[in-house]
């Protein structure tokens, strides 16, 4: 199989003698291109040490590193080429942000690519508008909070316009409604066809999002593959230094007391709903509509309104439209619509059937609210 990153038999060690400790031991993980992928691990696990082989900080102490199949070169030049394919944000933001301003930040990777001014701000823009960081393009960045410093290194990740973005602990340090607004991002970076790595040891958001996840313990890699099979071996998972699931065990115990089978595996709370949920259950029904374009939105009522997407954001924020729920709509207007409320989810107009189709799916668990 061909994949876009791949690590073969790959260790590493920070000390240069014999006796200095592996934090990479005989790796080997490949990373398919388009699949939302998640390296998962306690802390010191590796997670980060592998990231920095990705776009070549680190260079393997054994084994050999690849990208589209071809070995990794260590020349500048190619780790040039790499790094403007291959973005790496890191878990703590002061490690990477060292320029003045919030704009200067954003611009350096753009900057250093020889592009025109025009297409330099154009980058800019649309980077801090994805974080919701517009309003602080020329703060200092010594004068920016934590979270807003996570933000600021995404959106220079952004404006690079990476194939492969790879995020170490992006929702670490965030409080739960900016944790919901990174993965909605993500959420989108995947949509339009970006490649996206995550490394958690927040096991909900990674049975959540994740296709595909590699699981490592002590620099070793002990799992690849789908999530249901590595949290249904609860030792494997304990001695990863994780735990299971909520949503896999609720399930799990659900299913059991019912004598059922516990597949199909829910992985929202809204796929969970579907399964559980009895055939008399009053669902309310959906209705996905593309943004007006002059930002006109109607007041629905008494229906539930929710948005997703950066143009639909953008709208509804100049147009001081209501909505109720901001971020992570798609469950939220799921979840309304199965406790018996109409709902309305704007979304940028290329997303009107990708969102459609998810909420459809719901119907592979149980029942699924109509959606229009």
């Given at each position: ?34 699949v ?34 071809i ?26 942000i ?51 410093k996570k933000?600021?290194?995404?959106a ?17 340090g ?15 970076m995947?949509l ?37 099979p590595f ?56 209705s ?38 901001y ?8 979840l ?16 009107v ?20």
């Amino acid at each position: 199989m061909e994949y876009i990153l791949e690590a073969r038999d790959v260790s590493h060690r920070y000390g240069r003698g014999e006796d200095s400790p592996y934090s990479l031991h005989h790796v080997s993980v490949g990373i398919r291109e388009g699949v939302r992928t998640v390296i998962l691990g306690a802390n010191g696990a590796g997670k980060s040490t592998l990231f920095y082989h990705f776009n070549g900080v680190y260079r393997p102490s054994e084994g050999e590193m690849f990208y589209r199949d071809i070995p990794m070169s260590y020349e500048r030049e190619h780790l040039y080429q790499l790094r403007e394919d291959v973005a790496v944000v890191v878990q703590n933001p002061d490690e990477q942000i060292f320029s003045s301003t919030v704009e200067e930040d954003v611009a350096f990777g753009p900057m250093n690519m020889n592009l025109h001014p025009d297409i330099v701000e154009g980058r800019i823009r649309d980077s801090l508008f994805k974080v919701g960081m517009e309003e602080y393009r020329y703060r200092p960045t010594t004068q920016l909070s934590y979270g807003q410093k996570k933000r600021v290194a995404i959106a220079g990740a952004l404006a690079m316009e990476p194939k492969v973005l790879i995020l170490d602990e992006p929702t670490a340090g965030l409080d739960p409604q900016m944790s919901q607004e990174v993965m909605e991002l993500v959420d989108q970076m995947c949509l339009a066809g970006t490649t996206v790595v995550i490394s958690t040891h927040d096991v909900d958001l990674a049975y959540s999002w994740a296709e595909e996840i590699h699981v490592l313990r002590m620099g070793r890699l002990v799992y690849s593959g789908p999530p249901e099979p590595f949290f249904g071996d609860r030792d494997a998972v304990s001695l990863a230094g994780l735990t299971v699931p909520h949503t896999f065990s609720v399930n799990r115990s659900v299913e059991g007391i019912r004598g059922r089978s516990e597949s199909p595996y829910p992985r929202t709370e809204s796929q969970l709903l579907a399964k559980m949920s009895p055939p008399e259950a009053r669902f309310g029904r959906i209705s996905v509509r593309a943004v007006p374009e002059d930002g006109a939105v109607p007041d629905d009522g008494g229906e539930l309104v929710g948005i997703y997407g950066f143009r639909t954001r953008r709208l509804f924020d100049e147009t001081g439209s209501r909505a109720d729920v901001y971020f992570d709509a798609i469950e939220g207007c799921c979840l309304g619509a199965m406790q018996g409320r109409d709902a309305v989810l704007y979304c940028d107009p290329e997303l009107v059937d990708v969102v459609r189709e998810r909420i459809r799916g719901l119907s592979a668990f149980g029942r699924a609210p109509e959606v229009v």
